[in-house]
């Protein structure tokens, strides 16, 4: 069997994406590096640095309080890059970084991995159940599921980031009207994920053959679930290309600079950012 997403329903869309990430989570940030060449740590790690989390030019020390919101936040490769700026390159201790993810057991795996982090790093962290098309009923993790969800509130974050999650997202405007809602105004937009390679054929071609051939193999031999990462191969290749998403992000609302977005490895992972204005 294989995910042939483009013809089922939403829901099940959404359950699918569960049942991939659920079966991921333990084997996820070793796959990452075998998968990718160890690749995604130097885009996650560029990613990060041009965001310069913690930056704020008008006050000396520069030390204004931060919310950062890290969507599909997952293990939290992200939020802890984000933190480790901030506070070691920045040293601005009044950033909190809040990672979130529609799936908590890719969020208990991130916290566990945060207890290996300094304690300062670890008191800025919190971690939330939340889909990211819904932020209106969000939930503490592991929290009593009977207990009443939380509402990321309007124009209360500065900085969003989404790194290698919106691909999997059933509607990617009701992400983006999301987005923008809960910024505050002058707030940033950060995505980070794959692209399309297609402006050098021969690199494209032996990428595709890469990733279609090769990826879902490795996840089988390693994770022992040649479905799922044959599932993440195809939602690749769904995604829209660079000026496509970079257009949505407009017709959400925001303001982009120059093309509206950076490409990395010539095309492989792109970084589009956009301003609430
Ligand atoms: N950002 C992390 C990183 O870069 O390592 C994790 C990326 S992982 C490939 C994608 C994550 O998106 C998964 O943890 C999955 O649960 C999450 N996800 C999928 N659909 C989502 C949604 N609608 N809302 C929030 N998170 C979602």
């Known amino acids: 069997t294989h ?17 991939v990430f659920t079966s991921v989570a333990e084997s996820y940030d070793r796959m990452n ?15 990060v640095r041009t965001l310069n989390p913690g930056f704020s030019p008008l006050s000396m020390p520069p030390s204004a309080p931060q919310h950062i919101l890290d969507i599909a936040g997952g293990t939290g490769d992200i939020a802890f890059r984000l933190l480790h700026h901030a506070q070691t390159i920045n040293a601005n201790p009044s950033v909190h970084v809040t ?3 529609i799936n908590p057991s890719m969020l208990a795996v991130g916290k566990q991995r945060s207890l290996l982090l300094p304690a300062n ?30 509402s990321i509130p309007d124009a209360s974050v500065d900085l969003y980031t989404v790194a290698f999650g919106i691909r999997n997202f059933t509607s990617i405007p009701a992400a983006l009207r999301e ?3 809960v910024l505050k105004p002058g707030g940033v937009f950060a995505c980070l994920e794959f692209s399309k390679a297609d402006a050098y054929p021969l690199f494209n071609a032996v990428y595709k053959r890469w990733s279609f051939g090769a990826i879902p193999l490795i996840g089988q031999l390693v994770a022992g679930d040649r479905d799922s990462y044959q599932y993440l191969v195809e939602s690749i290749e769904r995604f829209p ?26 095309g492989v992972a792109a970084i589009h950012r956009g301003m609430k204005p």
């Not at 042939?4 to 359950?15: L, R, S």
């Not at 075998?34 to 990613?47: I, T």
């Not at 670890?122 to 939380?150: F, G, I, K, M, Y």
């Not at 496509?244 to 490895?265: K, M, P, Q, S």
Request: charged fraction near 25%; aromatic fraction near 10%; glycine fraction near 8%.
């Open 241 to 266: 290309s660079q000026e496509e998403f970079r257009d949505l992000i407009l017709d959400a609302g925001f303001v982009v600079g120059g093309e509206g977005y950076e490409n990395l490895t010539g």
């Open 121 to 150: 790093q670890q008191s800025s962290l919190s971690w939330l159940e939340a889909n990211a098309e819904d932020l209106s009923a969000c939930r503490p993790l592991h929290s009593d599921p009977s207990a009443a969800t939380v």
């Open 179 to 181: 987005a923008h809602r």
């Open 33 to 47: 590096d075998l998968m990718s060449f160890g690749w995604h740590r130097v885009w996650k790690d560029h990613f």
């Open 3 to 19: 995910f042939g997403f483009e013809t089922v329903p939403e829901a099940e869309k959404q359950a699918r994406v569960a049942e």
């Open 99 to 101: 990672v979130s993810d």
